[in-house]
């Protein structure tokens, strides 16, 4: 495999995450009462909607075909979110626990591929601006559960 197909193949897998954690939060703004979470929640969803768009522009750049849509694992079962249940109560602090668990996994995954792989400067950047917005809502999120509850 080439490099650019390897390292296209990892920011792939990321585009099909912040697919998934947009379409997460979506849905939480949608099964929260809060304006102001709904807000927060639309807010994020934007977010990783740019991210998608940032990421789709680098695996151009690199040659390669990016991914349209969430994984199948994210779409059968929304893995960084388990809403289902959540939204059945409308429990507003669960939900914001379950964004926050998912944004910690979205820093972990972030984390591991910046210290594994060697990145063209432009990547590099990107992905750690991303990074650092993922830890802002974590930041964010922290706060919001606490104002909850």
Partial sequence: MKYT????????????????AEKGYLNSAEN??????????????????????ELRTEILSYGQIPEDDGSFKGTMHRNWMSLKSLFSSNDEEAILEEALRGEKASLDEYDEMLKEEAFAPSTRKMLENQRQQIQAAINSLKLEEHLVS
Avoid: Q, T
């Fill in 5 to 20: 197909e390897k390292i296209s193949n990892k920011l792939n897998e990321l585009l099909e995450k912040n697919y998934d």
């Fill in 32 to 53: 929260v009462d809060s304006s102001k979470l709904k807000i927060f929640f639309k807010n994020r969803a934007s977010e990783r909607s740019i991210f998608a768009k």
